[in-house]
């Protein structure tokens, strides 16, 4: 059965910064595309980054390109988001996500989810 489960979320100041981690299960962690994607209230779910775990390929969305760091750690089926100077737009529910995508920002080109983790920043 394929799991994905976030964690680290929480509230902070902004210009602060969290690490988010995505644990995984039921897959072969180096056969998917991992991707990290956020909704806020009454707003689209948008990609934030992804990366291919086979060979280190990453994506940005423009709005966190300099501040957010994607990595993995394949030995542990782990996914990290590592997120600097954060600010209030970056609040929003953050969701890991697996698949086979052609648009690696797509949230649609993805068909296995977790369950979200809150990021709330404050001003």
């Known amino acids: 059965e394929v799991q994905l489960v976030e964690s680290g979320g929480g509230l902070v100041q902004a210009g602060g910064s969290l690490r988010l981690s995505c644990a995984a299960s039921?897959?072969?962690?180096?056969?998917?595309?991992i991707g990290w994607f956020r909704q806020a209230p009454g707003k689209e779910r948008e990609g934030v980054s992804c990366?291919?775990?086979?060979?280190?390929?990453?994506y940005y969305a423009d709005s966190v390109k300099g501040r957010f760091t994607i990595s993995s750690d394949n030995s542990k089926n782990t996914m990290y988001l590592q997120m600097n100077s954060l600010k209030p737009e970056d609040t929003a529910i953050y969701y890991c996500?697996?698949?086979?995508?052609?648009?690696?920002?797509?949230?649609?080109?993805?068909?296995?989810w977790g369950q979200g983790t809150q990021v709330t920043v404050s001003s």
């Open positions: 996500a697996a698949g086979e995508p052609l648009d690696f920002l797509r949230p649609g080109d993805f068909g296995f």
């Open positions: 039921g897959f072969t962690f180096d056969d998917y595309s």
């Open positions: 990366i291919v775990t086979s060979d280190g390929r990453i």
